[in-house]
C-alpha cells in the first residue's frame, strides 16, 4: 500500500533574473511583466499555483521588480476609475490579480542562481514541502502538470521534478535527467541529474523544465552547495545529491510532460506563445486567425 506523505500548501516563483535576452524592453520592466497577449507572463504562473491548491505564494525578487508587487496588488485609483466608468468587465480584470492568492515577496540580494533563489524562501516555506514555478514557462491550463506533481509527491515523498523529452541537439540548454520506469507511464525515477550536459555527456535526453515539488531537505543541501556552471549555485546540483541518497530527503521521481508549454524565455518561443494564446481565445481568436491566414498566404508571399 503506498504511504501518505503531506499536501503541499506554498508555491514559490523565482522572478530576480535580469531577461537580459530581451533588451532593452526589460531595462526598466522586469521580464516577468512582459504581456502575453493581455496578462503579464508571471500572471499566467500564479493563476497556475492557485489552479493546483496553492494559495500561498511567494515570490523571489530582485532590484527593479517593484512592478510585480505593485500588480498584485489593489490600485484604488484605477479600479475607482473603471467603477465612476460602469466598465464592470475591466475592473474584474484588474482586481483579479489582486484577488488571486496571498502574495509574499523577499529579495535575493545577489544573482546567485536558481538554488540560491530557492534557499531565499526557506524561512517562508520552513519544514514542509513546496512547489517551484519558474516563469519563463508557461504550461497550458488544460495540462495540469502541476497538480500531478503533487500527487506523485503525496504518494511516493521525497522531491519530483518536471521532464520533458527532446531532441538530442538540444539537451545541452536544459538539465539531463537519468531515469528508470516505474509502473506508471509518465513518472520515473531519477538516479542523477546533469545541468546542460554536452549532448554526448547527457544521460538521456529527457530535460528538466520549470517545475519542481521539493522535499524541504534540498535547503541544507543547497547551503553547502559550492556555485557550479556558470559560477552559479545550481538547483541541480542539489537535486542530484537527493537523487544520490534518498535516506537525506526521499527519492526524486519525474513526471513526464507531453502536454502544451509555452517558453517566454526566448524571444521566439516568446512570440509564438502569443500567437497560439491569442488564436485560441474566443474574443481574440476568430479575426485573428482570418487575419493570419491572410498574411501568410498573401503576404508573406509578396515578400
Request: some cysteine; proline content about 6%; glycine content about 8%.
Amino acid at each position: 500500500m503506498s504511504q501518505s506523505h503531506p499536501r503541499i500548501s506554498k508555491a514559490v516563483i523565482p522572478a530576480a533574473g535580469l531577461g537580459t535576452r530581451f533588451l532593452p524592453a526589460t531595462k526598466a520592466t522586469p521580464k516577468e511583466m512582459l504581456p502575453v497577449v493581455d496578462k503579464p507572463a508571471i500572471q499566467y504562473v500564479v493563476e497556475e499555483a492557485v489552479a493546483a491548491g496553492l494559495d500561498d505564494v511567494l515570490m523571489v525578487t530582485g532590484r527593479n521588480k517593484r512592478p510585480l508587487e505593485d500588480h498584485f496588488d489593489r490600485n484604488y485609483e484605477l479600479e475607482s476609475a473603471l467603477e465612476k466608468k460602469g466598465d464592470a468587465n475591466r475592473l474584474a480584470k484588474v482586481q483579479e490579480s489582486s484577488d488571486l492568492a496571498t502574495m509574499h515577496y523577499v529579495r535575493q540580494g545577489d544573482p546567485k542562481g536558481l538554488g540560491h533563489a530557492v534557499l531565499c524562501a526557506a524561512p517562508h516555506v520552513g519544514d514542509e514541502p513546496f512547489a517551484v514555478l519558474l516563469g519563463d514557462d508557461l504550461i497550458d491550463p488544460r495540462d495540469p502538470l502541476l497538480q500531478r506533481m503533487i500527487d506523485v509527491q503525496a504518494q511516493h515523498g521525497g522531491s519530483v521534478i518536471a521532464l520533458m523529452e527532446v531532441a538530442p541537439e538540444q539537451i545541452h540548454l536544459y538539465g539531463s535527467a537519468a531515469v528508470e520506469a516505474t509502473e506508471d507511464a509518465d513518472v520515473v525515477r531519477v538516479g542523477g541529474l546533469v545541468e546542460k550536459p554536452d549532448a554526448a555527456d547527457a544521460p538521456s535526453n529527457f530535460a528538466i523544465i520549470g517545475r519542481y515539488v521539493l522535499d524541504p531537505a534540498v535547503f541544507e543541501i543547497l547551503r553547502k552547495t559550492e556555485p557550479g556552471r556558470g559560477g552559479e549555485i545550481q538547483l541541480t546540483d542539489a537535486l542530484q545529491q537527493l537523487a544520490a541518497d534518498e535516506g537525506v530527503g526521499g527519492p526524486v521521481h519525474g513526471v513526464v510532460f507531453k502536454g502544451r508549454r509555452y517558453d517566454t524565455g526566448d524571444r521566439g518561443d516568446y512570440l509564438r506563445a502569443i500567437v497560439r494564446l491569442a488564436c485560441e481565445r474566443e474574443d481574440l481568436g476568430p479575426d485573428f486567425r482570418t487575419w493570419l491566414r491572410r498574411y501568410v498566404t498573401e503576404e508573406m508571399q509578396q515578400r
